[in-house]
């Protein structure tokens, strides 16, 4: 599985055990809910500085994300 793939399923989980919508995720991250849901379903190629927004929002580290 590719890296965006398992970057995006990582998110989702991680979101669903918090208990949050994406909705809820983008507006922590700072970023579109458009491109949240982009970045889940692996299509999208988020950046260094994205994924340390979205690991924040999670309350998780980077490393948890990409594992």
């Not at 399923?9 to 809910?33: F, P, Y």
């Amino acid at each position: 599985m590719e890296i965006k793939k398992k970057f995006g399923l990582a998110i989702a989980r991680a979101r669903r055990e918090r208990g949050i919508t994406q909705e809820q995720l983008a507006d922590l991250a700072g970023i579109a809910r458009s491109y949240c849901s982009d970045v889940e379903r692996g299509v999208r190629n988020p950046t260094i500085t994205i994924v340390e927004r979205i690991a924040k929002a999670l309350d998780v580290s980077m490393g948890d994300l990409l594992d």
